[in-house]
């Protein structure tokens, strides 16, 4: 199936390709969340103290590392929605794997797995993406396509807010069934990307590795996705808990969570909207400002009102700010080697991920509370922030197909 658009009118495909991704995100998104939101549930089930409960978390981050430097490596040799088709399929099984686990050892595994698959489908949907809008709106069309997983996460908020989480298998059972239900439609109407087909597959391979680790841009986007996503996924897995710890009631945590991924979204939509019209420099020094100040709010905030701002500006620049890094890695690789740079810097990001949640659990052990832990995360911003000004110093040539 190929869908020509007034958007992208010479790039047919295009819709169909960023719908389908952003299809894809939505429910990646959902997955992401789930964890956080069925928290409670689980530790009740499992009886799981705080550290535990960071190992959950961190098991489904864990697997989204290896999950992107595979996914991007196989996608630049085997094709991107290959690739993509069996990630969605892998994190819908294991998603629903986890609402049956009977154990500690079989929910940690089945959050593995699931991690795994969702780590692969990452660098396809950015490089599927770039590649179907082209160099003008590459960083447009990656943001549209990302504000689906802020998205997903508030669809999961939403559960919590309606009350349906008191069974927390049912978020993961949602979670499973409706990607492995979306799979034949990403099998019949997804195009492989032109940019894949136009060359022979496995050409020019065999010296991507010092060609990827030689690009100065390579060290400093690892840098900022670091810590940048250290920061995001404690807010994803332990705002909900940490609110209920100052007094907030569940309902009220979700209602902050539903904020954050809201904001998420809408700054996801505008930060990408802003990097085809302001300096690089200055959406850089917008999106750390903002976190900056929004970990200060989360900290301090005394009253659901004000958490509830806390959390939307915490979304609109992390979760924004996490966009504007997936719309930037794009550029620096040319299509030979995007699927793998794209997925290595996503891993190593993922790297600070996993970090996020155990180190926010080993400090509440510790008796730091929750505003220790979300100020603690500011060096953490800054040295992100100094690594994406020294990348951005210049706005950067997007490299031809």
Same mark, same amino acid.
């Given at each position: ?50 550290? &535990? ?115 927390? &298998? ?6 499973? *069934? *409706? ?202 911003? *800054? ?19």
């Amino acid at each position: 199936m190929t869908i020509s658009s007034g958007v992208f009118p010479d790039h047919p495909g295009a819709s169909a390709t960023i719908a389908l991704c952003f299809l894809v995100a939505l429910l990646e998104g959902f997955d992401l969340q789930a964890a956080g939101i069925a928290a409670t549930g689980m530790a009740t089930a499992f009886s799981l103290d705080k550290m &535990q409960m960071g190992w959950v978390f961190s098991a489904g981050i864990l697997g989204l590392l290896p999950g992107a430097f595979a996914g991007g490596w196989l996608a630049d040799r085997m094709g991107r929605k290959r690739v993509l088709i069996s990630s969605v399929a892998l994190f819908g099984l294991f998603s629903l794997a986890t609402a049956f686990a009977w154990d500690v050892s079989t929910l940690l595994i089945a959050r593995l797995l699931t991690g795994l698959g969702l780590g692969a489908a990452l660098p396809n949907l950015i490089a599927l993406t770039s590649e179907a809008a082209g160099m003008r709106l590459r960083g447009s069309a990656v943001s549209l396509m990302y504000c689906g997983v802020p998205l997903g996460a508030a669809m999961g908020a939403g559960l919590g807010i309606a009350g349906y989480t008191a069974s927390w &298998q049912l978020v993961f059972q949602i979670g499973g *069934v *409706v990607p492995l239900l979306i799979l034949p439609l990403l099998w019949m109407y997804l195009p492989e990307s032109t940019g894949f087909r136009a060359r022979s597959i496995g050409s020019n391979t065999a010296n991507l590795r010092s060609d990827l680790l030689g690009r100065s841009a390579t060290w400093l986007l690892w840098l900022s996705y670091f810590f940048t996503l250290m920061v995001v996924y404690i807010l994803i897995n332990w705002l909900p808990s940490l609110l209920v710890e100052q007094g907030f009631s569940s309902a009220d945590a979700s209602w902050v969570m539903l904020a954050l991924q809201m904001g998420a979204a809408i700054g996801t939509l505008t930060l990408g909207v802003l990097m085809e019209r302001l300096p690089a420099w200055a959406i850089a020094a917008l999106v750390y400002a903002g976190i900056l100040g929004a970990l200060a709010g989360l900290g301090l905030a005394g009253d659901v009102s004000s958490m509830l701002v806390a959390g939307f500006v915490a979304g609109f620049f992390a979760t924004g700010g996490q966009g504007v890094l997936y719309a930037l890695a794009p550029w620096f690789y040319p299509s030979r080697m995007r699927a793998t740079g794209v997925g290595a810097a996503v891993a190593v990001g993922r790297l600070g991920a996993m970090s996020g949640p155990l180190v926010a659990g080993q400090m509440l052990a510790l008796g730091t509370g929750s505003a220790g832990v979300l100020l603690a995360s500011a060096p953490g911003i *800054v040295i992100a922030a100094l690594a994406l000004f020294r990348l951005v110093a210049r706005r950067p040539v997007q490299l031809p197909d």
